[in-house]
């Protein structure tokens, strides 16, 4: 497992412990428990998923009645398919980190991550998080960062300090994922926190923005997680203006700054792809609107027979045409739709570009980042989807998940 290489900010008024619970098999860091100073705000995205986790239904139910104070969150068990009891164990859990916080279990968010369909093992988990608790400091993000993973080959974080109205302002932020991943909050888990003075209407504002730019354009392989849950909070502990405006040029300037590091953490999912050899950009242009846009991106980005062509560094770009015409968008005129490798127009007029060469092409496919770029000529709209291949290893790793 790779190490953690970025430097981390710690973020006044977050306090993170890790430890290793016994949750996984395999005797690695698996709970994290995440402090929060009190009057920090916090909000959430979540997945979509009609089948969304116990832990989910929890959070949700939670941060409607307070301000968080503390997030609890496992790996190695998803919590997710388990009914009742399911829910029981994560209210539980909420009470078992309350205790020990001193505070109100409706003042703890879980979360959870790792197999569906298994109950949480909870005798495990309440000798865990006093473990945890004891570890507790603001510097622990690379610790926390290893805690939540689960199939991921690498840690994922972000650390910044980014100027806001002439104010030095520090966000740092974790995400794991590398499989079940697809847009309608496709992070599987991510958690970012910063120290700036926002008001709770204004963050939330920011972090559906900045989700809808980064973890709702990546796709792996289609399946949208049971577990998926995105968090941002602020710690209100910097000396500056509270930021209580969206037309405020401190709210542009934070909200852009978040959304660029959302899209990194987003990005870094990608990369570490379960099974990934390449990370592809596929860019739809001069659509109509987003939603024709998107049809487009995802047809293209989730065709098995296009990944597997990426795999293989084939460039088959029948494959690519045969999904953009079946993606479903009302009128598509494809005398006027151009399709490109890279910087190689490789369809024009309906066919196959005089000015392509299979050389040409095979030049942009051997490469390890990949852009596929269709320019529809229909409107000045314009999506980025971002996703990976399709290996051998991909199957290996998901055949045998719970070996």
Known sequence: MSQLTVEMHPVSGVYLGTCAANIKKNGQ???????????????????????????VTVAKQNLLDVSPRALVINSGNANAGTGEQGLLDAKQTCAWVAEELGCKPSEVLPFSTGVIGENLPMDTLQRGIPKALASLS????????????TTDLVP??????????????????????????????????????????????CLQQCL??????????????????????????????VDMPLIDSLESQAYQDFSVAMRDIM???????????????????VSVEGGENSEECLKVAHAVAL?????TALFASDPNWGRILAAVGRAGVQNLD???????????????????????????????????????????????????????DFSYDYVKINAEYRS
């Open 334 to 388: 494809i005398d006027t739709i151009k399709l490109y490798l890279g910087d190689v127009c490789i369809v024009e007029h309906g066919g196959r570009a005089e000015s392509y060469t299979e050389a040409a092409g095979q030049a942009v496919m051997d490469q390890t980042d990949i852009t596929i770029t269709i320019v529809l000529n229909r409107g000045d709209v314009k999506e980025v989807v971002w996703t990976t």
């Open 303 to 307: 065709s098995p027979l296009v990944k």
């Open 138 to 149: 603001t510097t622990g993000w690379a610790q926390a960062c290893a805690g939540i993973m």
């Open 29 to 55: 860091a698996d709970l994290v428990i995440m402090e929060l100073a009190e009057g920090s705000v916090t909000v959430a995205s979540f997945t979509q998923n009609a089948f969304c986790a116990a832990p």
């Open 208 to 237: 559906s923005d900045a989700v809808n730019a980064s973890f709702n354009r990546i796709t792996v392989d289609g399946d949208t997680s049971t577990n998926d849950a995105c968090t941002l909070t602020a710690t209100q502990q």
């Open 263 to 281: 899209i990194e953490l987003a990005q870094m999912i990608i990369r570490d792809g379960e099974g990934a050899t390449k990370f592809v950009t």
């Open 156 to 201: 994922k974080a972000v650390s910044k300090v980014i100027l806001v109205d002439g104010h030095s302002i520090r966000v740092t932020g974790m995400s794991k994922g590398s499989g079940m991943i697809h847009p309608n909050m496709a992070t599987m888990l991510g958690f970012v926190a910063t120290d700036a003075k926002i008001t709770q209407s």
